[in-house]
């Protein structure tokens, strides 16, 4: 699968004036891709709070209380992140790139810091310590390469990312290289 941009062949009258027209930053949405699979963890992890709570509470109630609060705090901040995929999507404009998922990672990267942009990577090369997975379970459509390592430990080169709409992200990319 490569990214080319769709070939309009059916504008409304004045749609080249407006596509140069562009509200910036530009937003791509993640949760439809994301969510789904964390929402599952979610009932996964409400269905555990009561068994274990239960099992544990026949040996000891403070001890069946104390693990209950912690998995309710856990599954409160998985909630959280969930409900603020929505307000945080990736965003693009002419000078950065910012990559995020939720209240859970965000990163900033200049422009000119991306070496470019590919729809997949390989299973063994997304579990490598230089690659940060954003698409969290999910299988990643959109790869950004670096020229240079991300400050920190990891040395992060390359990040991945389920959007949405890949198409319209790589678009949108190619848009704002030719405005340079």
């Known amino acids: 699968m490569t990214y080319a ?11 080249a004036a407006t596509a140069a027209v562009v509200d910036l930053p530009q937003r791509f ?6 969510a789904p699979l964390l929402w599952t963890l979610v ?15 026949l040996w ?8 209950s609060a912690v998995t309710l705090a856990a599954l409160a901040w998985l909630v959280r992140a969930l409900l603020m995929m929505k307000r945080r999507p990736v965003l693009l ?13 965000r990163v900033d990267i200049p422009r000119d810091a991306v070496a470019g942009l590919r729809p997949s990577l390989p299973a063994a090369a997304l579990k490598q310590r230089s690659t940060l997975n954003l698409a969290l379970l999910a299988y990643p459509n959109v790869i950004v390469d670096l020229h ?3 400050p920190g ?10 959007l949405d ?3 319209a992200f790589v678009a949108a990319w190619k848009a704002l290289g030719a405005q340079r």
């Open 29 to 34: 949405a993640y949760h439809r891709s994301v």
């Open 165 to 167: 709409d890949p198409a």
């Open 60 to 67: 000891s109630r403070p001890v069946a209380l104390a693990v």
């Open 148 to 150: 240079r390592p991300l």
């Open 153 to 162: 430990r990891r040395g992060i080169v390359t990040i991945a990312h389920r």
């Open 5 to 15: 941009a769709s070939e309009p062949d059916h504008d409304p009258p004045g749609a």
């Open 93 to 105: 404009d002419h000078a950065r790139l910012v990559m995020q998922v939720g209240t859970i990672r």
């Open 43 to 57: 009932v996964i992890g409400s269905i555990e709070l009561a068994v274990t709570h239960l099992l544990v509470a």
